[in-house]
């Protein structure tokens, strides 16, 4: 079942921002969670969670970003955290009529932090996971950190550049859908994201196929093309200390986000638990370790009776 794209009935949402955003919700009428994919993901890497988080009380909510899966292109061209973020909003608050909701994001996961910026109050609690912490160059420098987790003369930032620098040339290159499929699946195997047999070939088949689009794996180049230069839609607000209560987790086999997040997000959260690190375990945690991020989920976001 982990893999089968017919699982949960998927609904749309037309938005005022112009966007359709495809989703799953399942649970109504428990407390919202919304789940926020990343990349090379859609709202499919979260299908060994969605179930067992209904049943435990959550009105699971896993929308597929702008770009992405099912969701439409942007008529605006704008793939970036605020632009992802006002999405979100407006299909959790706007259309389904959530005043406060949770929320879990890893990679992508930026937009989390952006919405609870962005929209004071809309986030109660939080889990935050292998991504980027908020921009504090100061505060990092001053503990003796790196002022930014990822850079270009990382092991494994080859596939920013080519992503990220000229994404219209990378694009061309991966002329046919078989092709993009390849670049996808291995960041799932041999690009070292996740940990060692985490995915089966049919899993990895299951996660690919969205992107063997050729305009939505485009499309999902965005938030790297912003290092380069291409303009926001605005900027992000990312550039402060959070103060939503946070479950910070890091699966310590990830070969693109380095073990120094952990400490930036012990000064990145006023309100952090943890972080607490999960051994042999990658960049896809929800899926890699689905019963205990779970669980995890339950304790910490479901209010206590």
């Not at 100061?138 to 620098?165: C, F, K, M, N, W």
């Not at 900027?235 to 479950?247: D, G, Q, R």
Request: charged content about 20%; some cysteine; glycine content about 8%.
């Amino acid at each position: 079942m982990s893999s089968d794209p017919n699982a949960f009935s998927v609904h749309t949402a037309d938005l005022a921002t112009g966007v359709t955003l495809a989703y799953v919700r399942e649970g109504v009428g428990g407390v919202p969670l919304v789940l926020l994919h990343g990349y090379p993901e859609t709202k499919r890497i979260w299908w060994r969670n969605i179930a067992p988080l209904a049943a435990a009380g959550f009105e699971v909510i896993v929308p597929d970003l702008r770009g992405y899966g099912d969701s439409s292109l942007a008529p605006d061209g704008f793939y970036d955290p605020a632009a992802y973020a006002r999405d979100t909003y407006a299909l959790v608050h706007d259309v389904l009529g959530h005043e406060r909701i949770t929320a879990a994001a890893g990679d992508v996961g930026v937009v989390m932090l952006d919405m609870a910026a962005r929209y004071p109050g809309l986030i109660t609690r939080q889990c935050f996971f292998n991504s980027v912490p908020p921009a504090l160059p100061e505060l990092y420098t001053a503990a003796g950190l790196p002022a930014s987790l990822l850079t270009d003369d990382h092991p494994t930032a080859d596939y920013r550049i080519l992503q990220g620098r000229d994404g219209d040339a990378f694009a061309a290159e991966l002329a046919t859908q078989a092709l993009r499929r390849q670049w996808i699946a291995g960041m799932y195997g041999p690009r070292l994201w996740a940990s060692a047999g985490a995915f089966t070939a049919d899993d990895v088949d299951f996660h690919t196929e969205p992107f063997g689009d050729a305009q939505k794996l485009r499309a999902s180049w965005g938030p790297y093309e912003l290092a380069y230069g291409k303009p926001m839609s605005e900027l992000p607000m990312l550039f402060s200390v959070v103060e939503v209560p946070t479950l910070v987790l890091y699966g310590n086999a990830d070969h693109v986000v380095p073990d120094t997040f952990v400490e930036q997000c012990e000064l990145a959260f006023a309100r952090v638990t943890g972080p607490f690190v999960v051994p042999r375990t990658g960049h896809f945690l929800q899926w890699e370790r689905a019963e205990l991020f779970n669980a995890a989920l339950v304790e910490y976001l479901l209010p206590r009776q």
